[in-house]
């Protein structure tokens, strides 16, 4: 039996599918959670820190504790937890802190568009020689 693939879609919006079923956002919409999801799948597979997605996330206030910041994003990594519940993906630890950075973490298959992107620049700059400079297309 083939596991279910949790595919993204972050070029030119945001969309997700979970064995080829779309997956409703509706409740998640433009809130804090996809947003913090938004991060995490963008800075696949290296993490990002901590301290970067506080300042995105709550703005820099120095009114702002620094604890109360790293409780809400606490708070706010276990909500998403329990809205990937929701939306029918297997329960489990999406979001590993390892010292000061955050990283998507996943046992099911996933496909996610900019990982892809990347991955099609990188062969692309092989084949060409590591060549990256722009050449335009002479017009006809």
Known sequence: MQKKVLQIQML?????YYG???????????????????????SLPGGISKSEIMDNLYGWNENVEMA??????NNLIYRLKGQFAALGLPEQDYVEIKG??????????????????????KQAKNLWGGKTEFIPLESQ
């Open 12 to 16: 030119g919006g945001f969309s997700m």
């Open 100 to 121: 000061n950075k955050c990283y998507f973490k996943y046992d099911l298959p996933i496909r996610v568009d900019t990982v892809e992107f990347q991955e099609t620049i």
């Open 20 to 42: 080829g079923e779309a997956i409703a956002l509706n409740k998640v919409g433009r809130s804090k959670s996809l947003r913090l999801f938004q991060m995490l799948l963008l």
């Open 68 to 73: 109360n910041r790293n409780k809400n994003l």
